[in-house]
């Protein structure tokens, strides 16, 4: 468990002063903080960073870009093989499955445990203002007072795939100061597979009694969850049906090894301990830096093919090709950068 930090504090989590905080503290009063010094404040735990930090990775100038690459360096300066320790847990399903309710819960569960938790609940976008139509306060309950707790909403921007476009960066620097981070995507349905390319761990919800429970499944969703998740467990026999015929469906997949977990966040809560357990289980299986790793160069190279089609690939010599330029590349390195870097190559050819 991280130790947390109140945003007055300038000291190590186990007494004394330390200078970067003290520098940060300095410049919280007479300027912005810089990249690196945000950095530093969430590697110490200190929760209240992280607002200037979503609004740093947010920004899209080359100004802010650059402060990013360096909040990205000091996070992962003392970290777990390069990588921010914290587990980034998905939760994706279709509008009305229940995803907020049960973030609050989780929120709670994780809490109770001591552990400190981050949510960057991902909301469709306002035509009117272009930010976040719904706000978090509205979606899913917390304690505003509690050091351990920081929830965001973010706008998709329109984007598909559930997601908004600074999610990645946003979670995985918070991932440095918390023990969980949790994502909430949009909720529109099939198109959210992104998600699978950002976290570690992926829950898809599952709401009984709408139809057929395994349609939304369909389109490569079936390959995303690590977990399911059957809200509204306190409907009892139909519910439960849902969570037999779902674990069914991936018996026949060959995914044996996905758990399926049924839970009601209403009163009287349940499953959601087994829930938080069959997460970590996950977690426990993985080679984070490894993974991550992977990841961010599979969505570069994605990137790059959705922006510069066919054609950009083949000038680079064809996906494999493309795919051996990133290998050479630090474990490290961002997807931006990563872009930058099959760019560069295509520019040259």
Do not use: C, Y
Request: proline share 5%.
């Amino acid at each position: 468990m991280k130790p947390l930090r109140q945003s007055s504090a300038g000291e190590h989590p186990g007494g004394g002063s330390s200078p970067a905080l003290g520098a940060a503290r300095a410049g919280r009063a007479g300027r912005p903080s810089s990249g690196t010094e945000l950095g530093e404040r969430l590697r110490a735990g200190d929760l209240s960073a992280a607002p200037a930090v979503l609004n740093l990775v947010e920004n899209r100038t080359d100004a802010a870009r650059e402060e990013v690459v360096l909040l990205q360096k000091a996070v992962a300066a003392a970290a777990l093989g390069g990588e921010a320790p914290g587990h980034v847990v998905g939760v994706t399903g279709p509008p009305g499955a229940g995803k907020s309710s049960l973030l609050s819960e989780l929120v709670r569960t994780w809490r109770a445990g001591a552990r400190s938790v981050a949510v960057l609940a991902v909301d469709p976008s306002s035509r009117r203002t272009r930010g976040s139509l719904l706000g978090d306060r509205a979606r899913i309950a917390f304690d505003p007072t509690d050091p351990g707790t920081f929830i965001r909403s973010t706008a998709a921007g329109g984007r598909l795939g559930g997601l908004a476009p600074a999610t990645r960066a946003a979670a995985h620097a918070l991932a440095a100061a918390v023990d969980v981070v949790l994502i909430e995507t949009v909720g529109v349905g099939q198109a959210e597979v992104e998600v699978a390319d950002v976290v570690d761990s992926v829950a898809v919800v599952v709401q009984p009694g709408s139809g057929d429970a395994l349609q939304f499944l369909k389109a490569g969703i079936m390959e995303v969850p690590d977990v399911l998740v059957v809200t509204k467990a306190d409907l009892g026999d139909i519910a439960m049906r849902a969570r037999r015929d779902l674990a069914a469906a991936l018996r026949s997949l060959g995914e044996r090894d996905t758990r399926v977990v049924a839970v009601s966040s209403v009163s009287p809560v349940r499953g959601m301990d087994d829930l938080v357990a069959a997460l970590e289980v996950h977690r426990d299986t993985l080679d984070l830096p490894a993974m991550r790793r992977d990841k961010r160069r599979a969505s570069a190279l994605a990137a790059f093919a959705a922006e510069h089609g066919e054609r950009g690939l083949r000038v680079l010599g064809g996906p494999r090709a493309a795919a051996r330029l990133l290998v050479a590349e630090p474990a490290g390195a961002d997807v931006p950068a990563l872009v930058n870097v099959l760019e560069h190559h295509a520019h040259a050819r």
